[in-house]
């Protein structure tokens, strides 16, 4: 393993390398995030296929003092295709948080490496159809600080999903971290992303 750097790259170089082509900024809020406030910024296609939320988006939500906190690019070209095993989504997982987010690596333990479901809904012609994205997730623990990570590594070999700082309620077994970059999450809450 290589040594880390002691400084991530600039949260828009890591923003820029993961975002897919045609997508443009639609939206901002601010967004609190386990106390701290954020803001969540959503793009969606340029040429408006299955926009809203459900949709196809690249979001991130990015903490007030400039820290990448997560992104997920839920994209139809992600459906279907070969998943990476899983040594190879470690390795790209891996890669990716040395560039994007090295403080992460001293305390990281790997819970699991799974395939890992996320939901779509391509509206086009007049018709909606539900769809599934499955990528590769790397389940992580940061045993410094005791909070979750993980990265989800699509069938193009490319992250589709990181998501840092998570906290996990043991009983009953769920996320205690809000979920911003959940569609269904947003709509469960009542929340849109305000025009930019």
């Not at 040594?3 to 949260?11: F, H, S, W």
């Not at 809203?52 to 997560?70: M, N, P, Q, W, Y």
């Amino acid at each position: 393993m290589t040594k880390a750097r002691a400084t991530p790259q600039p949260v828009a170089t890591t923003i820029k390398a993961v975002m897919p082509a045609g997508y443009r900024e639609v939206g901002r809020r601010a967004a609190v995030v386990d106390g701290d406030d954020a803001e969540l910024i959503r793009y969606e296609r340029a040429d408006g296929r299955s926009a809203g939320l459900g949709g196809e988006h690249f979001s991130t939500v990015i903490a007030d003092g400039g820290r990448l906190k997560g992104f997920a690019r839920i994209d139809l070209d992600l459906v279907g295709g070969e998943l990476p095993s899983q040594e190879e989504a470690r390795a790209i997982a891996m890669e990716f948080l040395r560039q994007a987010a090295p403080d992460l690596l001293p305390g990281l333990r790997i819970s699991w490496i799974d395939p890992h479901d996320e939901p779509l809904r391509v509206a086009g012609n007049g018709r909606a159809e539900d769809l599934i994205l499955t990528g590769m997730k790397v389940k992580m623990r940061n045993e410094a600080d005791g909070l979750w990570m993980w990265v989800i590594v699509g069938a193009d070999r490319k992250v589709m999903v990181f998501e840092r700082d998570i906290h996990w309620i043991s009983f009953p077994g769920r996320r205690g971290t809000e979920k911003w970059l959940h569609d269904a999450w947003l709509v469960e809450k009542g929340y849109g992303v305000g025009q930019s």
